[in-house]
């Protein structure tokens, strides 16, 4: 992705560009590699190594690996067919007109081939090597972004990112089935708190690249309702995201490493989305309160999950 929340690791303090692992690759691979949104997979995929961890159950490393193979894979698949269908609407808009689709580096056929082989590989090796409802809960979750998002929602409602969020979200509890064959209330509450981080998380950057969406005739919430109804529901989805967060500790199923680090991130995090919720700032340039909260929403994610293994392994 072209603008980052992240601060740039591999440049030096000198300013000298030293190129980065993706920038060494040949053209092509690279233009492959763009296709699958490879810097929001580092977290898709977070959550899933997280879930898989925390279920402690011993699993054999290779089947272990294979599994988050297959998760990296597949949400990488559906990235894929994401930019395969929408390669107009990225186009349109600054942040994504130098994609490998509308750039004209690659031609849609490839795209589409890519993703459809992407996906039915990382399936089918799921189902095979380790069970069959990690691969049903992987297809499910490929299906959801690609079809429910991405076609059906994307262009018609601003309900969309709260409706396909839940793509993003089931790869804890596709971490967890692989490692345990089962579903329990632990990745139950972790799909829950990435469904509900989602919405926070995506309106706060929607409202400073309004303009983009506009121009490209996305009906995203700051388009439609305008500002202050966003701001707005920046703060309700907060609210049970914030209880969700914490649950697992006073339900018993992590311990206080866990709890804590969750109170004080999602305090952080509340005071944030308040900032948010209370500014009129209408100049997109300055809203500073919303930069602030989607970088923190990515690193409070990281954390979150993060101290859940620590907590399982450790408490
Ligand atoms: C429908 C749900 C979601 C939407 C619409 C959405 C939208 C976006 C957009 C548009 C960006 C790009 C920001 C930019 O280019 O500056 C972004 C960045 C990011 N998203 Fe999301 N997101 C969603 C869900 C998720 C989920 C579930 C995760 C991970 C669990 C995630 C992780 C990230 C990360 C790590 C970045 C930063 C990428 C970078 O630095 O370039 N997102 N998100
Ligand atoms: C296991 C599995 C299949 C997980 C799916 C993970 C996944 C790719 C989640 C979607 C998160 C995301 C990048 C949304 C971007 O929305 P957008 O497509 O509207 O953003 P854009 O404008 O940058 O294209």
Same mark, same amino acid.
């Given at each position: =992705? /072209?603008?980052?929340?992240? *601060?740039?690791? &591999?440049?030096?303090?000198?300013?000298?560009?030293?190129?980065?692992?993706?920038?060494?690759? *040949?053209?092509?691979?690279?233009?492959?590699?763009?296709?699958?949104?490879?810097?929001?997979? &580092?977290?898709?995929?977070?959550?899933?190594?997280?879930? =898989?961890?925390?279920?402690?159950?011993?699993?054999?490393?290779?089947?272990?690996?294979?599994?988050?193979?297959?998760?990296?894979?597949? #949400?990488?698949?559906?990235?894929?067919?994401?930019?395969?269908?929408?390669?107009?609407?990225?186009?349109?808009?600054?942040?994504?007109?130098?994609?490998?689709?509308?750039?004209?580096?690659?031609?849609?056929?490839?795209?589409?081939?890519?993703?459809?082989?992407?996906?039915?590989?990382?399936?089918?090796?799921?189902?095979?090597?380790?069970?069959?409802?990690?691969?049903?809960?992987?297809?499910?979750?490929?299906?959801?972004?690609?079809?429910?998002?991405?076609?059906?929602?994307?262009?018609?409602?601003?309900?969309?990112? +709260?409706?396909?969020?839940?793509?993003? #979200?089931?790869?804890?509890?596709?971490?967890?089935?692989?490692?345990?064959?089962?579903?329990?209330?632990?990745?139950?509450?972790?799909?829950?708190?990435?469904?509900?981080?989602?919405?926070?998380?995506?309106?706060?950057?929607?409202?400073?690249?309004?303009?983009?969406?506009?121009?490209?005739? +996305?009906?995203?919430?700051?388009? +439609?309702?305008?500002?202050?109804?966003?701001?707005?529901?920046?703060?309700?989805?907060?609210?049970?995201?914030?209880?969700?967060?914490?649950? *697992?500790?006073?339900?018993?199923?992590?311990?206080?490493?866990?709890?804590?680090?969750?109170?004080?991130?999602?305090?952080?995090?509340? /005071?944030?989305?308040?900032?948010?919720?209370?500014?009129?700032?209408?100049?997109?340039?300055?809203?500073?309160?919303?930069?602030?909260?989607?970088?923190?929403?990515?690193?409070?994610?990281?954390?979150?999950?993060?101290?859940?293994?620590?907590?399982?392994?450790?408490?």
């Amino acid at each position: =992705m /072209a603008s980052s929340a992240y *601060p740039d690791l &591999t440049a030096p303090a000198d300013g000298a560009v030293v190129p980065s692992p993706v920038a060494a690759m *040949p053209a092509e691979w690279r233009d492959f590699v763009a296709l699958c949104k490879p810097r929001v997979l &580092t977290l898709v995929v977070f959550t899933g190594l997280c879930g =898989m961890l925390a279920a402690r159950v011993p699993i054999h490393p290779v089947l272990g690996f294979t599994a988050i193979l297959c998760i990296t894979l597949g #949400a990488g698949a559906a990235g894929a067919l994401n930019q395969w269908y929408e390669a107009d609407l990225d186009a349109k808009m600054k942040r994504t007109r130098n994609r490998p689709l509308p750039a004209g580096r690659m031609d849609r056929q490839s795209a589409l081939h890519f993703g459809v082989g992407l996906a039915s590989f990382s399936v089918l090796l799921m189902g095979l090597a380790v069970n069959l409802l990690a691969a049903g809960i992987l297809t499910v979750s490929i299906w959801f972004y690609v079809l429910i998002y991405t076609v059906w929602l994307k262009r018609r409602t601003p309900q969309n990112i +709260v409706i396909g969020g839940a793509a993003g #979200a089931f790869p804890a509890l596709i971490g967890w089935a692989a490692a345990t064959g089962r579903v329990d209330l632990l990745p139950v509450l972790l799909f829950a708190l990435v469904f509900l981080w989602t919405p926070p998380h995506f309106w706060a950057l929607s409202l400073y690249v309004k303009t983009d969406y506009a121009a490209a005739g +996305v009906p995203m919430l700051p388009v +439609v309702a305008g500002l202050t109804v966003t701001r707005t529901q920046v703060l309700l989805y907060t609210v049970p995201m914030s209880i969700t967060a914490i649950a *697992p500790w006073p339900l018993g199923l992590t311990g206080a490493i866990y709890g804590v680090v969750a109170c004080l991130f999602t305090a952080v995090f509340a /005071a944030m989305a308040v900032q948010v919720a209370v500014s009129r700032e209408t100049d997109q340039a300055a809203m500073k309160p919303e930069r602030r909260l989607f970088a923190f929403s990515i690193l409070y994610l990281f954390v979150l999950f993060g101290a859940l293994v620590v907590d399982r392994f450790f408490a």
